[in-house]
């Protein structure tokens, strides 16, 4: 969607860590997102995070938003070859919008 | 049934045909939306519901329209498909804010 930018291409190593981007418009939104596609496969929600916080981490994955800059990134800790997938962002205003899609390879 | 379910899975349509693509979910979400997926432009909205009897455009709605006539049902209207429709079309619903949107498997829909 227009609203919400990542790049989208990421490849590291299996091990690294990775870290992918995501820029969005609307000081508004609430709460924040990270969907998981596995190839041939709808979404699935990775993790969330409300306007409000600047930080949540659950287990490998930390999320960071900073609200003044409307930056939200996602952190795999320890990268493993099953983390490939496309990932995104998206936010919730009075709809939901999402991001490209961000195509994470893991290389061995 | 159990979640959110799409139908057809696929469908090869001949253009200026009439096409519906149903979802149904059972966990009595308020919001339901319909994106669709195409390569490197990842998930557009087309439209969305916010709760049974109200409906809203997203950012691709031409060419479509929707009807949210209870909490169960969303389906998704091709009056007239193009070549352009070609597309996998994904349906999820929501609950309250914050909470998860559950998707439905898509439907891969080719218009020739």
């Known amino acids: 969607g227009e609203d919400v930018e990542q790049s989208l291409f990421l490849s590291v190593r299996e091990g690294d860590s990775s870290v992918i981007n995501c820029t969005y418009t609307?000081?508004?939104?609430?709460?924040l997102y990270w969907y998981k596609q596995e190839p041939g496969a709808g979404l699935q929600l990775l993790t969330y995070?409300?306007?409000?916080?600047d930080m949540k981490q659950d287990q490998r994955l930390t999320v960071l938003l900073n609200k003044k800059d409307k930056h939200l990134s996602l952190r795999i800790a320890d990268t493993q070859t099953g983390d490939s997938a496309i990932y995104f962002c998206?936010?919730?205003?009075?709809?939901?919008?999402f991001g490209a899609g961000t195509r994470l390879t893991v290389k061995p | 049934i159990a979640g959110i379910t799409q139908a057809p899975t696929s469908q090869i349509l001949a253009a200026g045909r009439r096409m519906t693509l149903r979802c149904t979910q059972d966990?009595?979400?308020?919001?339901m939306y319909w994106y669709r997926q195409d390569l490197g432009l990842g998930l557009r909205l087309i439209h969305y519901?916010?709760?049974?009897?109200?409906?809203g455009k997203g950012e691709v709605p031409d060419g479509y329209s929707v009807s949210r006539a209870n909490t169960d049902d969303f389906p998704l209207t091709l009056a007239s498909a193009v070549p352009s429709q070609t597309s996998v079309y994904f349906c999820?619903?929501?609950?309250?804010?914050?909470?998860?949107?559950?998707f439905g498997q898509g439907t891969r829909l080719t218009v020739v």
């Open positions: 995070i409300f306007s409000n916080m």
């Open positions: 999820a619903s929501s609950g309250a804010p914050g909470t998860e949107a559950f």
């Open positions: 966990m009595r979400h308020n919001a």
């Open positions: 519901s916010n709760t049974a009897g109200t409906t």
């Open positions: 609307d000081s508004s939104s609430t709460y």
């Open positions: 998206a936010e919730k205003r009075n709809d939901m919008r």
